[in-house]
T-cell receptor
Framework: GIQVEQSPPDLILQEGANSTLRCNFS?????LQWFHQNPWGQLINLFYIPSGTKQNGRLSATTVATERYSLLYISSSQTTDSGVYFC?????????????FGQGTILTVHP | DAGVIQSPRHEVTEMGQEVTLRCKPISGHNSLFWYRQTMMRGLELLIY????????DSGMPEDRFSAKMPNASFSTLKIQPSEPRDSAVYFCASSRLGNEQFFGPGTRLTVL
């Protein structure tokens, strides 16, 4: 099956810093999603981005499908950004949106 | 929309007992997914349905696990008998036509 690798596995920042999280995948994908799992365990949708660039406030994401990677940018980080960030991909075809998840990046933002 | 609804939010049971987890997908979504999250294995897909029909149950760990979707607005995941290694957070998610998936709050299962 498709492999999804995220880096770095852990990231510690001071409030106000910027960061870039990376997601590499081993095969062509139809769709890609970024999630934030907050300290209460909720999985929150950040971006649905099979290709191109999207921005939402301090967060933005870019997917280069031909090179099989996606990047999540967090600017001016806040303590509420802490949690685990997951990348998940869907191969398309007849898999009806079945997602394969990476192992996540654990982000800790200190005040 | 209320989003994906799961119940119960927490379940503590003893080994050997039957456990039933419930999910109500977002109205209008035709695909439903059950995932399990553990520290060791991360987030893994157990089974998914399209138009109430099970499509792929290859992720179901063993015969003790079963899932049903009797109608478009309800699904269950049952574990019988439960074992301590089944302790995990179980998520339900739904999507429309295989597009963006939305997750429920999860059920935290503890089997003693």
């Amino acid at each position: 099956g498709i492999q999804v690798e995220q880096s770095p596995p852990d990231l510690i920042l001071q409030e106000g810093a910027n960061s870039t999280l990376r997601c590499n995948f081993s095969d062509s994908v139809n769709n890609l999603q970024w999630f934030h799992q907050n300290p209460w365990g909720q999985l929150i949708n950040l971006f649905y981005i099979p290709s191109g660039t999207k921005q939402n406030g301090r967060l933005s994401a870019t997917t280069v499908a031909t090179e099989r990677y996606s990047l999540l940018y967090i600017s001016s980080s806040q303590t509420t950004d802490s949690g685990v960030y997951f990348c998940a991909v869907h191969r398309g075809g007849t898999s009806y949106g079945k997602l394969t998840f990476g192992q996540g990046t654990i982000l800790t933002v200190h005040p | 929309d209320a989003g994906v609804i799961q119940s119960p939010r927490h379940e503590v049971t003893e080994m050997g007992q039957e456990v039933t987890l419930r999910c109500k997908p977002i109205s209008g979504h035709n695909s439903l997914f059950w995932y399990r999250q553990t520290m060791m294995r991360g987030l893994e897909l157990l089974i998914y349905f399209n138009n109430n029909v099970p499509i792929d149950d290859s992720g179901m760990p063993e015969d003790r696990f079963s899932a049903k979707m009797p109608n478009a607005s309800f699904s269950t995941l049952k574990i019988q008998p439960s074992e301590p290694r089944d302790s995990a957070v179980y998520f339900c998610a739904s999507s429309r036509l295989g597009n963006e998936q939305f997750f429920g709050p999860g059920t935290r299962l503890t089997v003693l």
